[in-house]
């Protein structure tokens, strides 16, 4: 869920009142502007670079999560919960940025595990795609 960097109060309730209602296991959220959410009946991981935007997890606070992993430039967070890799990811965007999403792909392959755990990558990466073989 692209969150477009909000961070007023009125906004970040409705971000709430969708979680109770729905009541996800995992929300996957791109362009946070925040550094907590303290949302009753959640964990979170939020990942911010130098601008105050990034990604970020909110899961359930009955789920364990074994391990958490968080790209530098705030774009992607990984979370392992049993053998399932969750991946939130948030590529650059625009057709102005080009040069920036295959860099941006290339460079950040190696935070996709290339183990034989189940991956399940969510977010802004539909213009990233690896070569068959």
Request: charged share 20%; net charge positive; glycine share 8%.
């Amino acid at each position: 869920m692209n969150l477009c960097g909000i961070y007023s109060d009125v906004k970040l309730s409705m971000l709430k009142n969708f979680l109770n209602y729905y009541k996800h296991d995992f929300v996957f959220l791109q362009e946070v502007a925040v550094e907590s959410f303290n949302f009753y009946g959640y964990k979170e991981i939020v990942n911010l670079n130098r601008e105050r935007r990034g990604t970020a997890v909110l899961f359930k606070e009955s789920i364990p999560v074994k391990s958490v992993c968080q790209l530098s430039d705030g774009r992607g967070v990984a979370v392992q919960f049993r053998d399932v890799v969750l991946i939130n990811i948030y590529a650059p965007s625009g057709s102005q940025n080009r040069q920036q999403k295959r860099l941006f792909c290339g460079r950040h392959d190696a935070f996709i595990p290339g183990s034989s755990k189940q991956v399940n990558t969510w977010g802004g990466l539909q213009l990233c795609s690896r070569s068959a073989g």
